[in-house]
């Protein structure tokens, strides 16, 4: 990867023009940002307003990701880059450095937040961090501020429009946030069965959600243990569970199998950090998609 890496910037030198900021062609901010959370508040935040763009494709995995020279360019002759931080990002801190006086201005969203540290599957605490740190919408919407104040600061012409922006979007999480909690509130039980990985523990813990899961975090585990599937097929017939959850564009079925060993169904929550090109393109956003989160956990604790 680091070989990689070197050879890329090498190219990106090469090829890529060395002016930093505001495209030639354009005098609107430009912002790029790694992954959709990001990329959607900067969207709502310029409305049009400024150039923004999302470095990891629509449909890709983020955990095999590897910037093209043409991404690096982009960072680089960007106005503000925004990225998550932590391990998923490894990449982020080399590009950075090889870029030197021609990096742009920079916002780790990590540094903004306090971290909760990954459990396994028996809820016992690891080492690292959990990275899927907007999906408590509590955090989404002081990110979306630090966001929007940003792009205020770098283009103070449209500073008030960008805070109008961010204010309305802020309101709609919050009242996409309320539903959540109105569902989970008035559910039949508090606990949800999650037949994949777990990236949801900022989440669960935003709405004193208890949970069991097949993988901790963003595991690459294909197959849990029999001990696991064992428990969790216990729990669903003991605790008649009548949905188990699903993630978006995952590759594992567990959540299947559990359904055809147990007669549950399969119902899907989508973590954002992507999104799919088919929601792309019907201009799905981060609140949209935490609606259809709304409904899936609203079954997930039906009994």
Known sequence: MKRLLSLLFIVTIIFSTTACGKTEDSDKLSVVATIFPYYDFANKISNGLAEVKMLISP?????????????????????????NGGESDAWVDSMLNSLGENKPNTLRMMDFVTPLTEVDADHKEGEGFDEHIW??????????GIIGTEMGELDVKNQS?????YTSYMNEISAVSS?????????????IIVGDRFPMLYFTNRYGIEWECAFPGCSSETEPSLSRMSALK???KDEKVKSIIKLDMSGNNVADTLADETGA??????????ISNEDFGRGETYATLMTRNMTAIKEALSR
């Open 135 to 144: 999906l408590s919408p509590t955090n989404a919407q002081n990110l979306l």
């Open 179 to 191: 539903t959540i909690q109105s569902a989970v509130d008035s559910a039949d039980s508090k606990k």
């Open 234 to 236: 216990k729990t669903i």
């Open 265 to 274: 169904k399969v119902v899907t929550f989508y973590p954002c950090e992507t």
């Open 59 to 83: 449909g890709s995995d983020i955990h095999s990701y590897e910037p093209t020279p043409s991404d690096i360019s982009a960072v680089e002759n960007c106005d503000l880059f925004i990225y």
């Open 161 to 165: 429009t960008y805070k109008s922006n």
